[in-house]
């Protein structure tokens, strides 16, 4: 298995990039391609200890890079040998199984959208990360961010892949697909969410989507529901709320369990002893919101596996990307995503 990494992409480029690619090709039988500047590429990799490349580690040069301020629109046209592009273009051609970049969303979302193509039948393509949840499970958040504006139809699809996506994916057998509203009687929301509602309500009729109805946004949390549907503006905004909690409760935790006593007792002695007793678990609740431990997002609905991991990921984060590209390969769903909408659009020509 072929697995490219945009090696200029991201915060942390090169470094971060190179070396989780040499920690990942150690960890996994998987070959790795490191597209982007080959001197800048080389000389990250001497940094990390590493004089000679391993064997199954290669660099493709590319003397361009997509800076994020660049239009999204216009990168594949005026970009055409940034490391982006040009991985993008290997992943088309067949040289590779997937591809990896922390550079820009819109100009990798329009890159893969352009040279690698959609399923066919796919309106758009989506994000869908995994959440954790109460449940003990994982929750498909889709879309988080890639269409901030959509139409019923999308949100119809965003339905079926992300089914498709927790059943290949996750292993859930049967999963339970709900749409992100503020209410979950069928009457609640704008026009979108009751036109969708009556599309993904005809899905499940016909067998294609497990469509519960409607939930709300704790339920995402709670493992209520194993695929919420929902425009990318509003699943991003639930996305980094669901972030930002994180933080903000393990650096309330933190706060409260080493704030000062008082100036005479330093340190409230049973607050340490407890955390002592506590950490472990409190480390493993703290890795399950990190997403370096996951790797990146997968757009949901393009051809091939191609991932976006987070702007500011590190060699851990890259290192975890590269596995999770290389279970999405092993569980590839593009035939039976096309299959499902094919019928879809059969039935709904009968009717």
């Known amino acids: 298995m072929n697995i490219l990494i945009d090696a200029m992409g991201g915060d942390n480029a090169p470094k971060a990039p190179v070396m989780g690619a040499l920690e990942a090709a150690k960890l996994w039988n998987v070959n790795i391609v490191l ?31 997509v800076d994020m301020h660049d239009d999204p629109a216009n990168v594949c046209r005026k970009k055409k040998e940034s490391s982006m592009v040009v991985g993008l273009r290997l992943l088309s051609e067949g040289q590779a199984d997937a591809m990896i970049s922390a550079g820009s969303t819109g ?7 352009l040279i690698v193509k959609r399923v066919k039948g796919i309106r758009r393509a989506a994000m869908g990360p995994a959440i954790p949840n109460k449940a003990g499970s994982k929750t498909v958040l889709c879309d988080c961010g890639a269409n901030a504006e959509c139409t019923p139809e ?3 699809q965003f339905g079926i892949v992300g089914s498709l996506y927790a059943k290949k994916n996750l292993d859930i057998a049967n999963p339970r697909v709900g749409l992100l509203n503020i ?24 067998g294609l989507v497990n469509f519960i109805g409607n939930i709300e946004a704790r339920d995402t949390l709670l493992g209520e529901v194993d695929v919420v549907v929902c425009d990318g503006f509003s699943g991003n905004v639930l ?16 706060h409260k369990i080493f704030k000062r006593k008082s100036k005479l007792f330093g340190y409230n002695p049973l607050s340490i002893i407890g955390y002592l007793f506590c950490r472990q678990g409190v480390k493993e609740v703290t890795s399950m919101m990190d997403y370096r431990e996951i790797g990146g997002t997968q757009f949901l609905g393009i051809k091939k596996t191609v991932i ?27 035939a039976e995503l096309e299959t499902a909408l094919k019928q879809l659009t059969e039935e709904n020509a009968d009717d």
Do not use: W
Request: charged share 20%.
């Open 308 to 334: 976006k991991a987070h702007g500011s990921s590190d060699a851990l984060a890259f290192r975890n990307a590269v596995k999770q590209a290389v279970d999405a390969v092993n569980a590839d769903f593009s």
């Open 154 to 156: 999308f949100l119809l």
């Open 107 to 113: 100009a990798l979302l329009s890159g893969a959208t």
């Open 183 to 206: 209410g979950t009687e069928d009457t609640k929301g704008t026009p979108l969410q009751k036109e969708a509602y009556a599309l993904l309500t005809d899905a499940h009729n016909k």
């Open 35 to 65: 597209v982007g500047q080959e001197d800048a590429i080389r000389a990250a990799a001497k940094e990390a200890g590493c004089d000679t490349l391993p064997a199954n580690v290669e660099i493709v040069h590319a003397p361009d890079v």
């Open 239 to 254: 996305l980094k709320s669901i972030e930002g909690t994180a933080y903000f409760m393990g650096s309330l935790m933190k």
